[in-house]
C-alpha cells in the first residue's frame, strides 16, 4: 500500500516540475557560450532577433551558475553558429554537432529560414531565435504547458523563457 501512495505522490510531483521536455544533450560550459554570427545574417538584416536569441537566456540562475552567452568575431571560437538559410519548412532549424561523450555539445548550428522568417513579426523573430537556442542548451518542444519551446505553429507571445523554460534548464544543468 505504501509503495502505491508513493508512486501516486511521485507522479504528482513529477508532472508539476517536470512539464519541460529534454532533448539529451547539453553544452559543456553554460556561463561561457560563444556564438557567431555569419555574414549571412547581418546581409538580410536579422542580427537583432540572432543577438536576441543568443542573450535570451542570459542570466537564468540557480545555484552556483548562471547562463552567460556573448558573442565573439571567431567562428572557430564559437559554441554556437548562426546562418541564414533558404530552406522553406520551418523558421528556424537547430543541428547539434556532439562530442564523443554523446551528451556534451560541442558546436550547434543554428540556421533562420530567410523565406519563412521575413512573414512574420519582429517579436515573433525574437521568440523563434530564443526558442533554437533553448534547443542549444538542451530542451526540446514542449506542448503541455506555455513555454518558449512550443512546437508547430503555436506561440507563446513572448519573447523569453518562461518558468517551465527555466525549470528545464535547472535540471539538465542540475542548479542546487
Not at 537583432?48 to 537564468?60: D, F, K, R, V, Y
Not at 532549424?93 to 561523450?101: G, K, L, P, R
Amino acid at each position: 500500500m505504501s509503495s502505491i501512495v508513493l508512486m501516486v505522490v511521485a507522479s504528482i510531483f513529477i508532472s508539476q516540475v517536470d512539464a519541460y521536455i529534454l532533448r539529451g544533450n547539453r553544452v559543456d560550459r553554460p556561463n561561457q557560450v560563444k556564438y557567431w554570427l555569419d555574414a549571412s545574417i547581418s546581409s538580410i538584416g536579422y542580427n537583432a532577433a540572432a543577438i536576441h536569441g543568443s542573450t535570451a537566456w542570459n542570466g537564468l540562475t540557480a545555484g552556483r551558475l548562471s547562463i552567460n552567452v556573448t558573442s565573439t568575431t571567431s567562428a572557430s571560437a564559437a559554441d554556437v553558429k548562426w546562418y541564414a538559410s533558404s530552406e522553406t519548412n520551418d523558421l528556424g532549424q537547430f543541428y547539434a554537432q556532439t562530442s564523443t561523450s554523446g551528451t556534451l555539445t560541442s558546436t550547434s548550428i543554428v540556421r533562420i529560414n530567410t523565406v519563412r522568417f521575413k512573414t512574420v513579426d519582429g517579436n515573433r523573430q525574437k521568440e523563434t531565435t530564443a526558442h533554437e537556442m533553448g534547443h542549444v542548451l538542451g530542451l526540446t518542444h514542449e506542448d503541455t504547458v506555455p513555454s518558449i519551446m512550443l512546437s508547430g505553429p503555436a506561440w507563446l507571445y513572448g519573447t523569453y523563457p518562461v518558468q517551465d523554460d527555466k525549470d528545464g534548464i535547472a535540471h539538465i544543468y542540475q542548479f542546487d
